[in-house]
Antibody
């Protein structure tokens, strides 16, 4: 079964740091690009960051550029998101999602169950 | 404010057909495929429709997607109570400011 399990969320003060992890299983992790997507309480989905299978291509949303760093360890089947200089508006459930590529199309499948990050003093 | 525009809410009675629209621009829907995700209450999003109109295995054929120009639609026929959820459209966006994925603001579907 293809599965993604996030961890590392919690309560952090504004300006603090947190590192999220996403453990992948049931598929060849090193063959897939991955994403982080977040959802603030009661709000919609917001794409955060993308990393290609070999880590050669990385993208960030403008809202996190310069503060967040995405990375992966294919040997450990794991995806990471290092979050620094956290702000109140970063409070959200963070999901990792596998990117499926086919021809000129791409989509996210599956998604993990999410990990809650709360930024508050 | 989301790059893709969806109605915040939709509703229907059991057995009815409902549609949810998703409006974008030439840099996203107009030049890339559209995906739809279903988020049941308290759960993670799940892929519902990919590549404009393709259903993953396990998704009932009551769900269908379409795209025309810079807009897309999700249709649900034979509405059931378990379809009550939030629905999001998404697409890749190739703008001058950089490329990234964009989502609609989500549509909360209520089954009356």
């Amino acid at each position: 079964e293809v599965q993604l399990v996030e961890s590392g969320g919690g309560l952090v003060q504004p300006g603090g740091s947190l590192r999220l992890s996403c453990a992948a299983s049931g598929f060849t992790f090193s063959s897939y690009s991955m994403n982080w997507v977040r959802q603030a309480p009661g709000k919609g989905l917001e794409w955060v960051s993308y990393i290609s299978s070999s880590s050669s291509t990385i993208y960030y949303a403008d809202s996190v550029k310069g503060r967040f760093t995405i990375s992966r360890d294919n040997a450990k089947n794991s995806l990471y998101l290092q979050m620094n200089s956290l702000r109140d508006e970063d409070t959200a459930v963070y999901y990792c999602a596998r990117v499926v590529l086919a021809a000129a199309a791409n989509w996210f499948d599956p998604w993990g169950q999410g990990t809650l990050v709360t930024v508050s003093s | 404010q989301s790059v893709l525009t969806q109605p915040p809410s939709a509703s229907g009675t059991p057995g009815q057909r409902v549609t949810i629209s998703c409006s974008g621009s030439s840099s996203n829907i107009g030049s890339n495929t559209v995906n739809w995700y279903q988020q049941l209450p308290g759960t993670a999003p799940k892929l519902l429709i990919y590549s404009n109109n393709q259903r993953p295995s396990g998704v009932p054929d009551r769900f269908s997607g379409s795209k025309s120009g810079t807009s897309a639609s999700l249709a649900i026929s034979g509405l059931q109570s378990e379809d009550e959820a939030d629905y999001y459209c998404a697409a890749w966006d190739d703008s001058l400011n950089g490329s990234n994925w964009v989502f609609g603001g989500g549509t909360k579907l209520t089954v009356l």
